[in-house]
């Protein structure tokens, strides 16, 4: 027996190849196995300024099949036991768990959880169309009688309301929906700062956007100082405690650990504003300052945002760095080379730099190979994830040639040689 639901989703979704308008994936949650494809309307296509295709279509439903489970739990027992609270009970978790995943890892603010009650479970089952059957070539039972059709807040979004779903996000949600990912505090603030821009609610957007990078920030200085300085966990509290206010950690403190170019593109005038005007709402009027001109308040929004992305991106580095370190070393000893950098990247990215020595002749495939198959069943075995036609990238480096080979997209490819190790051969003049 499979049980399906058509969860209402109001959602744009855009693509730049028309075979990206139709995600779909499988999960297991607990006992049960569960099918989601997204349901809408025809697509259409319309072109970018630069002439490129550009596809889109409008989505009305999440679809779910659910089948398998246990004992009375089982979706055969509960649905021939007609018992709607149970099915209501089961399939919300599974709901939220989608939910969750869209909105925090393909950043709609607009889907929210939802929290149906069990009184409810009759009304709520019929609005998500829910429906139980055994071949997709049979008619299908309609698991609650048919009544008009009832929209309540249950849905996560509101009737009418639409987001944009960007079709290059769907590996990240999808990852997050099938292992069932908890997203961080700091990506729910920032979800949430992103939502009450979109409704244009700009002093919650800015509060929001602050206490992100806030949380960012904590984590990021307390791994810099461990990280990089070497500092104890007691010097730690003393420098980050709550004696030491936002403002002088990103003015300060925080400028001093950034190169010139980071400096300039993190915009560290504006998000020390941004801050300010938060100060200015929780400690005086509980407003924005008055004078402040729209445009201005959202590019500080945006700066706070962007600044707190970049840190993230920065602690997760960091977080990898003595796990890198470790690899490395374990590398350059089997192996007799010298691994000058690894970096653990989002997405189950994997880059390295290698150094094979000063030798006169660049070692053969057969030797760089064996690097690479080690450095594969590594990765492998600390990411289950790791695909390595996808994420691997090494460079092979010998003394004064620099880059002499890559591995990437899962093959090796050598690159021309200069004839001297002082730089390419001299050219015969024109005679």
Request: glycine share 6%.
């Amino acid at each position: 027996m499979k049980l399906h639901l058509y969860i209402p989703f109001g959602c744009y979704l855009n693509a730049r190849l028309a075979e990206s308008l139709e995600p779909q994936t499988t999960f297991r949650h607990g006992d049960y196995q569960v099918c989601m494809v997204f349901e809408g309307i025809e697509p259409f296509e319309t072109k970018q300024p630069t002439g490129e295709p550009n596809f889109f279509k409008v989505l009305t439903s999440i679809g779910l099949q659910i089948e398998g489970g246990h004992g009375a739990h089982a979706i055969d027992a509960l649905v021939q036991a007609k018992d709607l609270e149970a099915i209501l009970a089961v399939a919300t978790p599974m709901v939220n768990r989608v939910f969750r995943a869209l909105r925090n890892f393909g950043f709609l603010s607009h889907v929210d959880e939802i929290r149906p009650l069990a009184k409810d479970a009759e009304d709520t089952l019929r609005s998500w169309g829910a429906e139980f059957g055994e071949n997709e070539n049979d008619d299908w039972t309609k698991l609650a009688p048919e009544k008009p059709r009832i929209w309540s807040a249950l849905f996560g979004v509101a009737k009418g309301e639409q987001g944009l779903f960007r079709a290059e996000r769907w590996p990240l949600i999808e990852e997050a929906i099938q292992d069932n990912l908890e997203p961080g505090p700091e990506r729910e603030f920032l979800t949430n700062s992103l939502q009450h821009l979109r409704e244009r609610n700009y002093r919650l957007a800015l509060l929001e956007a602050v206490i992100c990078l806030e949380i960012v920030l904590n984590t990021y200085l307390r791994l810099y100082l461990s990280t990089y300085q070497n500092l104890s966990q007691t010097r730690i509290n003393k420098v980050v405690n709550s004696q030491l206010g936002l403002t002088t950690r990103v003015g300060l403190i925080l400028e001093l650990m950034l190169s010139n170019k980071e400096r300039d593109e993190s915009r560290i005038d504006e998000v020390v504003r941004a801050i300010n005007w938060r100060n200015h709402i929780v400690h005086k009027t509980g407003r924005l300052p008055a004078e402040l001109k729209e445009d201005g308040i959202i590019d500080g929004i945006w700066a706070t945002l962007e600044l707190a992305q970049a840190l993230s991106s920065k602690r997760d580095d960091l977080a990898s760095t003595p796990e890198a370190n470790a690899f490395a070393a374990d590398i350059s000893k089997n192996f007799k080379v010298r691994v000058h950098e690894v970096k653990f990247l989002a997405g189950h990215r994997v880059t390295l730099s290698i150094h094979t020595g000063a030798r006169t002749v660049s070692p053969p495939d057969d030797e760089l190979s064996a690097i690479v198959d080690e450095v594969i069943r590594r990765c492998r075995a600390r990411d289950a994830r790791f695909a390595p036609d996808i994420h691997l990238s090494i460079k092979f480096l010998r003394g004064l040639m620099g880059t002499y080979a890559i591995w990437a997209n899962g093959k090796l490819e050598r690159l021309p040689e200069p004839s001297s190790v002082f730089g390419p051969p001299s050219l015969t003049p024109p005679s």
